[in-house]
């Protein structure tokens, strides 16, 4: 794979080394093109999402629940995003991803 004309390079055993090891499929989108980047920025600006949404629910809108195309869109695989839905604590906030651990408290309020 690599790069292909456009320019965007994907993961294969010649650029990363978890691939060369079979730690991981590779074939995912390891670094976007100039043109490529700059359309994925307008697409997924965090101006346009919502203040909080969770992971399933940012999927569902923004790419009718295609979890593959999310993954490649966001340098990940499908295998990746598969167990983030599955444990259900992930969420995007003002578009960035966030994994919710442990609900804190606040100081005075029980």
């Known amino acids: 794979m ?3 004309k456009c320019g965007c390079i ?3 055993s010649r ?3 978890s691939v060369r090891t079979k730690a991981e499929l590779g074939g995912y989108l390891k670094e976007r093109c100039n043109k490529h980047r700059s359309e994925f920025d ?4 965090p101006r346009y999402t919502e203040d909080k949404m969770k ?3 940012y999927i ?3 790419y009718n629940g295609n979890k593959r195309a999310f993954a ?3 340098g990940m695989t499908a295998q990746q995003v598969t167990p983030m839905i599955n444990k259900g604590n992930y969420h995007v906030i003002d578009g960035y991803l966030c994994q919710m651990k442990k609900k804190m408290i606040i100081p005075g309020q029980a």
């Open 55 to 57: 992971l399933t629910e």
């Open 72 to 74: 490649l869109d966001n």
């Open 10 to 12: 994907y993961a294969d």
């Open 15 to 17: 650029n990363t080394k």
């Open 2 to 4: 690599g790069t292909i």
């Open 60 to 62: 569902e809108k923004h």
């Open 42 to 45: 307008l697409r997924v600006n």
